[in-house]
């Protein structure tokens, strides 16, 4: 088959919707389809959306290939006869973050005109769709509060998953990702303050574009609290090998977003290198593969309470590592699986 | 520094434009910075699609980004700031391609308006270009001649030329490229009615359409040639090319009036074999000097067969054209080194 997969992204972030175009592709061709990989530069800034919608709209694609897999906002507003969405997020700020402190519409009568277009564009989009798979049940709910549309959750794997590997449990917990405000490290390093163990932490990822006061804003927490010789900050891209690494030597791992789209890679590597998730109930996506008790333990977005896990944690290795276990068996439950996604898409 | 390069794109399709895109990002992160290929479909026919596309162009944004290189029409006019073109040609069907065979668009109320919308657009957004470097020197006359732009030639390199070599001078001549229409394929299968030797012909390369190649079967059938011309009607790796270059007695290359020398001319003399090609070919004439790395002839079957058999009846002619052809790129300096430099600058 001859399929156009469409994405968009900040060129030089690498963002989960990048991975999940460039896995997807090479999964694909690896199946001895032909590919078509287009990521569209996208720039969030409000004044601008209008315009970037206009050119997925203009941009003529619908005379190529015999299907069009579109993921990240707004290539789905491009045109093709045999058009599947797997959808990701909406542009949030005109939907979900509408109202809280991440709206970065703003609230005047023009902020309230353009996010009306926002809503009318997708629902044209969605309606001209064949099908629409998410990428998880926040998003299914979202989609069908919003849109009224009804989306069948299909989650996203990992590519070649055998690579993360399971290791001896070390003294720190993991958070991996990107550093900025929604991923919450800064409760981490709250939560840090409240343990009783010599438990550490290690916060690996790269700061967003812009991203320097929230890098400060954590440097000055940890100097605050004291934590410089429990905490790592490792503020930049972490390479696959490393990241691996880092993961097969953790006690666990933390992952606290807010109100997230989907589950995150970062906690599916968890579970694929058998380690345990400490989350909280408001982190979105992350729930659905995280059952506290089970794979992983989730809390209300408190430090204390969090922090108490933490030297759980530290304390009952058994309870980690049983845990770390349990995410193994947790993706085979809920069907993650590259075989899954391809049969779906182009059926 | 953080490089944004911007090409058109048809999906599916990929020539000698995406390869140098490709080959471009891929130096630039070899050399240190931070490079990312950014294609945007173009759609042409009906020609109101023309203008859509350059819409839809200027409607996009490149954040995070601190310099631009736009190699096309119309990927040229999304905006930015700091904004270089290492240009490959220009919408040639609203200008040097108007009033020929190939122009594309129609000569109706329509057509002209689009021509003239192309036009305005690149007289207004090419001027806002920091620099403008070309491929060519007919791409840089051109846009001297029809914009009054100045521009300067920098010579695309090949991606890779340390793989090329010389194994000989054999008994064919070989013609690579996309198999169609404006490259004439069919002018050198119509020259081996002609030629008096024993020498064949050997033509490689994706067909373009179904019709393009079912064009050059019949010829061949046609003219009963099937046993001195061998048709190999797909993509060919790079092994292979860098094979049928190795042994070939020279290299044939006729298309009509293109902006660039062709890439093929490039790695004829890195594997020192002689260039035949045609007064009328553009770009590459640049880049074969008649008699010195090549032979340069009207375009019609019969001088084309007689350049085809002084070779064959000559090899130390073709070996000495082979090797000037190597010594000539040495002084052009083409080189990645100076590529880089200039779009980083």
New interface residues.
Partial sequence: M?I?LATTG????QGGASLMADWLGQTLRARGH?V?L??????S?WE?LL??M???R????S???DILVAIRPPSYLLKHPNKVIWFIHHLRSAYDLWGTRYQDLPSSPEGLRLREAILRADNLAFAEARKIYCNSHVMAERLAAFNGVQAEVLYPPLFQPERFRGGEAGDYLLYVSRLTHHKRQWLAVEALRYTQTPVRLVLAGKPD?GGESYLQELRSLIERYRLSNRVVLMDRWIPEEDKIMLLAECLAVVYLPFNEDSYGYASLEACHAGKAILTTADAGGACELVLHGVNGIVLAPDPEALGAAMDRLYLDRAMAQRMGEAGRQRIAQLGISWDQVVEKLLS | MKLAIVNNCVPFVAGGAEHLAEALTQKLREYGHEAVLIRIPFRWDPPTKIIESMLACRFLRLPNVDRVVALKFPAYLVPHSDQMLWLLHQFRQAYDLWGTPFQGLPDTPEGRRVRDVVLEADNRYLRQARKIYTNSQVTSDRLRHFNGIDSEVLLPPLADNSRFFCDGYGDYVVYLGRITASKRQQLAVEAMKYVTTEVRLVIAGQHETSADLAQIESLIKQHRLAHRVQLIPRFISEEEKITLLSKALACAYFPYDEDSYGYVTLEAYYSRKPVITCRDSGGICTMVKDQVTGLVVPPDPRSVAAAIDRLYLDRTAARRMGEAGLELLRSLQISWDRVIEAFTR
């Fill in positions: 001859k156009i900040v060129p030089f972030v032909h078509e287009l990521e569209f530069p996208f720039d800034r601008d315009a970037q206009l050119a997925f203009l941009i003529d694609v005379q190529q290939g574009p």
